[in-house]
């Protein structure tokens, strides 16, 4: 992977610049964002690794610094369940084959973007009894692609009503899971991929500099217009990642 020139980085850079600004605005998003985008640059199992690495630094100014705020009562409810999601989803990125993991991407993000501009701006509220399901469900799209954000985002913003104490427990729940999928990623050899560690670091000033930039338009943009503007960015990455899957071998 170290084989690209300094005019190559370019791409990825400007693409985990743009996903961590989307993190830094929202708490949540910077994978589902920037993942379809590395799709294009290097292999799935390439690319979730070293998007970990920015979660867990990004995480520890988002996450930690709004601790207090965060809705422990949801994060303790939803833990078990999400561990368990987890578990099942590290083998699956460790031995589905390519071409299934881009299209499983491509669908989830053309899925999420289409209910996210059609969903109504203010969300029902609902009974803790799906937690089960969001924890499995998030917690195998965490250990898969690192997208279990949107998941707990669609389940805790119809259990938390304040808009601060949703980012701050988003956040600290983004890197929890963070955490622990670099101990299991570590274990199952994802690290020892030649270059990732490496290329991971020589891109992390972009994913700093996005999520500074991201909180500091955080109080100053039209959330309700950039999101759009997101998920239309997502539904044509999402339709160019299934159409991709048909011709990887």
């Known amino acids: 992977m170290l084989e690209l020139s300094w005019g190559a980085m370019l791409g990825p850079a400007m693409i985990v610049t743009l996903a961590y600004a989307v993190y830094g605005l929202t708490g949540f998003g910077a994978v589902i ?29 988002l996450g930690l610094k709004y601790r207090h705020q965060a809705d422990w009562s949801e994060i303790k409810r939803l833990l ?4 368990l999601g987890m578990a099942i989803g590290v083998p699956l990125l460790a031995f589905a084959p390519e071409r299934w993991l881009i299209l499983g991407l491509g669908l989830f993000v053309l899925g999420y973007a289409s209910w996210s501009l059609l969903s109504q701006p203010n969300p029902v509220q609902i009974s803790p009894r799906w937690v089960g399901l969001t924890g499995l469900v998030g917690g195998a799209f965490t250990a898969l692609y690192g997208t279990g954000g949107p998941i707990y985002a669609i389940y805790l913003a119809r259990r ?50 996005g999520y500074f930039l991201g909180a500091r338009l955080h ?29 990887t071998s």
């Not at 993942?35 to 520890?60: E, I, K, N, Q, Y």
């Not at 078990?80 to 561990?83: A, S």
């Not at 701050?168 to 990623?185: D, P, Q, V, Y």
């Not at 950039?226 to 299934?242: D, M, T």
Request: proline fraction near 4%.
């Open 33 to 61: 964002v920037g993942l379809p985008l590395l799709a294009h640059f290097f292999s799935l199992r390439f690319a979730v690794p070293m998007m970990l690495v920015f979660d867990v630094c990004t995480g520890l100014l």
């Open 80 to 83: 078990p369940f999400l561990l």
């Open 160 to 209: 938390i009503e304040l808009v601060h104490v949703l980012r701050a427990t988003l956040g600290l729940l983004i890197f929890g899971t963070a955490l622990a999928r670099l101990l299991m990623f570590a274990g199952s050899g994802f690290y020892a991929q030649q270059g990732l560690l490496a290329l991971a670091f020589i891109l992390l000033p972009c994913a700093l500099a």
């Open 219 to 247: 109080t100053r943009i039209e959330l309700s217009l950039a999101k759009r503007i997101i998920w239309l960015l997502l539904l044509a990455s999402g339709i160019n990642l299934v159409l991709r899957s048909w011709s």
